[in-house]
């Protein structure tokens, strides 16, 4: 199983976002190239731009659906095919932290973390051995290999996560359908929570309505989880804030 994993804004005082999210989009390896060529074809047939990259600040943002209706189309198209594919989304969701917090190599970010423990459960599930690769031009990249080495060998939580390879991948976003459906998928979950569109949407924001349209297709794409002790792990998870951006090694047992 391949898991792509992508940030949409960065959990930083002086990130212009209020609610940094990070996505993985999982599907099995052998279906990696119908999924690269069902987006590749997309990008051809409807922009006539075979080999651009797909972001979510250049195609999910009020500009675009205001001045460029064949982005619009896209997007849409997008969603649509999104829906029928066979993958499983899942994301992290926090608060924009008021402090910065000192990153220390022998632990892992929070939201990796949560992550990981969904990508461990469904490949368990699948009887299936997952391998995580990054958006190797992101803000993930920096140190991250040895804090997840530390992770997965140093910590009771990550010696439990059999189904994940040790060592995560640094993949080109500009030619990774997965980094790009991942990019798509935490910009929509982002704006959705953002603006608490979990409560409604303004009256005539057409804008809004269609990013509470596609976060439904997102939500039709993730699954919810149980550990075998009977812990809940939600598909889309909203970090609570007091537990600090870096989180010291836990055992197995404890829940999120």
Excluded at 39 to 63: F, P
């Amino acid at each position: 199983m391949l898991a792509f994993i992508d940030e949409s804004g960065h959990p930083h005082p002086r990130d212009d976002t209020t609610r940094p999210t990070l996505v993985a989009v999982c599907y099995k390896e052998r279906e990696a190239r119908m999924i690269g060529g069902r987006i590749h074809a997309l990008k051809r047939d409807v922009l006539g731009k075979e080999h651009m990259e797909i972001k979510g600040r250049n195609c999910l943002n009020r500009r675009t659906f205001r001045r460029k209706p064949e982005y619009v189309a896209f997007v849409e198209e997008f969603f649509s095919l999104l829906l029928n594919l066979p993958v499983t989304i899942f994301a992290s969701i926090l608060e924009r932290p008021s402090t910065v917090e000192t990153t220390e190599t022998n632990m892992l970010p929070k939201y990796c973390r949560f992550l990981t423990q969904r990508i461990q459960l469904l490949a368990a599930e699948e009887n299936d051995m997952a391998t995580l690769l990054f958006d190797g031009e992101g803000g993930l990249s920096g140190g991250l290999s040895l804090r997840f080495n530390s992770y997965l060998y140093r910590s009771d939580e990550g010696r439990m996560c059999i189904n994940i390879t040790d060592a995560p991948f640094f993949v080109d976003s500009q030619t990774s359908a997965g980094i790009q459906i991942a990019d798509m998928a935490a910009s929509v979950i982002r704006q959705f929570e953002e603006n608490q569109l979990f409560r409604s949407v303004p009256t005539g924001d057409l804008y809004l309505l269609a990013i509470r349209r596609y976060h439904r297709i997102i939500e039709q794409k993730t699954k919810d989880l149980t550990t075998i002790d009977g812990y809940q792990r939600p598909g889309l998870y909203r970090v609570p804030p007091e537990q600090g951006q870096f989180l010291p090694s836990i055992g197995p047992g404890q829940a999120d």
